[in-house]
C-alpha cells in the first residue's frame, strides 16, 4: 500500500525488480529512504532488472517523459538520494548514458548538475552514443543553453565530432531555437583564449561532406546563424567536397542571406576580379551560384547577384 501511495498503475514484476525499482516507479521517496537505510538494500542499488534497467535508470527515463513532470522535484530528491547512496552512471552497450537523456531535456528539476556532481571531469562526460554524440552535441541540438553550460563547467569537449564529424556546433545549427545554443558555444569558444588561427580552425571546421557550419547555415536558410557566424570570422568562401560555398548554397533561398555574404566581401575588401571570381565559382558539377539561384525559382537572389556583378565590373 505505501509503493502504490503515489501512484495507481502496477509495473511488470516479471521483470525482477528490487524494492528500489518499485520505490522509483512510485515516486516513493520516503520508502526509499528507509529501505536505504539497511546495507542490504545499499548493496542492491546498481542490481539490473531482467531488461537491464537499474533503480536509477527508471527515475531518469520517467523525468524525461512529458507525462510525469508533475513531480520534478521529487524526481530530484531521488537521484540526488541514489546519487548519495552509491548508485552508478553507467554507459550502455549503443554508448547512451543519463546524461544523453537529461541534455535532450528541458530539466527543469536541475538533475543534470547533481549526474556531472557525480560523474566529475571524467571520460563519461563526453562519452558516445551509437551516432558518436557526446552529451554536448544532445544539448546543443535541442538548445538546452543550462545543460550547454553545466557539461562545459565541468569539462565537455566543445569540440568533439561524432561519427560524420559534426561538432556541437554543427548541431545547434540545425536545432530548435538553435542561435542561443550556438551563442552559447562561441563564447565558450572565445574564452578559451586559443590563437587566432586555431580558434577559427574550429570554428571552420568541416564534416565528412566537408560541409562547414556556415555551409549548414545557409543550407538550411537561417540568417541568424549566417551573421552570428560571420560574425566570430566563419570562412564565406570555403569549399565543401563538392566545391559548394556558402554563395551556392545561399542561392537557394531568397535575397536576404546573400546579401549577407555580399556585405562581409565588402568589409573585406578584396580586388574586384577576385570577387567576381568567387561569386562566379563553379562547383564540381560546374555550376554558380547564379546558376543555382535560376534552378531553384529564386529571382530576386538572381537579380541581386547580377546587379552586384554589374557594379563589380564598372570597378
Known amino acids: 500500500d505505501l ?56 527515475v531518469i ?8 513532470r508533475e513531480l520534478p522535484s521529487i524526481k530530484k530528491e531521488i537521484v540526488a538520494l541514489l546519487i548519495e547512496k552509491g548508485a552508478l552512471i553507467f554507459q550502455e552497450k549503443d554508448g547512451w548514458t543519463h546524461l544523453h537523456a537529461i541534455a ?89 583564449n586559443l590563437p587566432e588561427k586555431q580558434l577559427i580552425a574550429h570554428i571552420n571546421a568541416q564534416t565528412i561532406r566537408g560541409t562547414s557550419p556556415l555551409h549548414i547555415a545557409t543550407e538550411c536558410g537561417k540568417i541568424e546563424s549566417v551573421k552570428l557566424l560571420i560574425q566570430y ?29 555580399l556585405n562581409e566581401m565588402e568589409r573585406e575588401n578584396l580586388p574586384p576580379k577576385q570577387r567576381i571570381a568567387y561569386i562566379n565559382a563553379q562547383t564540381k558539377d560546374g555550376f554558380t551560384p547564379s546558376q543555382i539561384a535560376r534552378q531553384h525559382k529564386q529571382e530576386e537572389t538572381l537579380k541581386l547577384l547580377h546587379k552586384y556583378l554589374a557594379v563589380l565590373s564598372e570597378r
Open 104 to 192: 535532450m531535456d528541458d530539466d527543469t528539476a536541475g538533475i543534470m548538475e547533481i549526474l556531472l556532481q557525480r560523474t566529475g571531469k571524467s571520460s563519461l562526460i563526453d562519452a558516445r552514443d551509437h551516432l558518436g554524440q557526446t552529451p554536448l552535441h544532445k544539448a546543443a541540438s535541442f538548445n538546452r543553453i543550462k545543460s550547454i553550460q553545466l557539461l562545459i563547467k565541468y569539462g565537455a569537449d566543445i569540440y568533439a565530432q561524432d561519427h560524420k564529424k559534426w561538432t556541437p556546433l554543427h548541431c545547434a545549427i540545425t536545432g530548435w531555437r538553435h542561435t542561443k545554443s550556438m551563442e552559447e558555444l562561441l563564447k565558450e569558444m572565445v574564452k578559451e
Open 233 to 261: 570570422g566563419a570562412d564565406i568562401y570555403a569549399q565543401d567536397h563538392k566545391k559548394w560555398t556558402p554563395f551556392h548554397y545561399a542561392a537557394m533561398h531568397g535575397p536576404s542571406i546573400m546579401q549577407e555574404l
Open 3 to 58: 509503493l502504490k501511495s503515489n501512484k495507481a498503475s502496477t509495473p511488470n514484476t516479471e521483470s525482477d525488480w528490487t524494492f528500489l525499482h518499485f520505490c522509483t516507479y512510485y515516486n516513493n521517496l520516503k520508502l526509499m529512504e528507509e529501505l536505504l537505510i539497511e546495507e542490504k538494500y545499499q548493496n542492491s542499488i546498481n542490481k539490473r532488472s531482467k531488461w537491464g534497467r537499474t533503480a536509477l535508470d527508471i
Open 61 to 68: 527515463e520517467q523525468y524525461t517523459e512529458e507525462e510525469d
